[in-house]
């Protein structure tokens, strides 16, 4: 099972901070998930706290760490050593809960269902036209899943030509707005999932009902909502910022055609739950509100 136990990261690049010096948005988040998980342990890593880890608990990975080029990279890398070693849940703080995580610990694995892939390599290659999200995820702790995406991050590192096949398709002007979601982030997790069948079954992966309905993405099941801040992503000019969405609003729009031919639904031979969303009901009874009376 998976141990009780949130993972919150705030990493800034150089410098150290403490929960209470979280931007307010992000405190809330904070405060959200700790309010509906009064008997967890919680864990939060600054950048001190992340070198104190690395050294501690993972020295093996501490060069591959550095290695990284940009901060998202090395905080994606950070959240899978992490949840390895101690288990547990790990949450962005961009993320929202409606309800507690409980029932979700009966699994030895769980991730989000992301979006429609965008990925020509996903979808040729092994013909998923999906992703999974690590904006919210949780494990027991050495999970076998887990340590194959730590592996597939630092292979990345050792051999660029094999992190460019997951750009194919891509604009060469704007593919670095694309290098950290492939490289550790959701592109990369799904990958591996692709790639590993022999590991699928221990993944539970929370599927919406329709996997072809936008509004359905970017939720942890119907546990929480991810709100996309992407305070990472890297600041382009207006013109390569238009460029860059005129084609992706293409992209999508032509996939997402021929993603709606295969229906609702993507079976397969990972474990499944499909979301069923939360009553309002069940969060109010967690809070001890009338508040709709």
Known sequence: MIPK????????????SQPADLPLARRASLVNARVLHPDYEHYFFDDA???????????????????FPLAIQRFDFFRYLAIYRLGGFYLDLDVYL???????????CVFPFEE????RHLRDRYQWDWEIGNFAFGAAAGHPFILAVIRNCVRGLQDPEWNQQMHRGVPRLFRAQFIATNST????VTRTLAEREDLRSSVTVL?????????????????????????WRRKEGFVRRQLARAWENRSRRRLHVASQRQGP???????????RGARTEDFLSLCGTDILK
């Open 98 to 108: 409606a309800r507690s995580l409980e029932p979700l610990r009966a699994h030895s």
């Open 116 to 119: 429609l892939t965008l990925s």
């Open 49 to 67: 706290a992340i070198d104190e880890f690395l050294k501690d608990e993972c020295p093996q990975y501490q060069d591959a760490y550095v290695r």
């Open 185 to 188: 982030g959701p592109g990369l």
């Open 5 to 16: 136990r949130l993972i919150h990261v705030w990493g800034t690049a150089g410098t150290s």
């Open 207 to 231: 599927f919406p009902d329709d996997v072809c309905e936008p509004s359905t993405w970017h939720s942890f099941g119907d546990y929480g909502a991810h709100l996309m801040s992407a305070s």
């Open 265 to 275: 639904r993507r079976d397969g031979g990972w474990g499944q739950a499909f979301s």
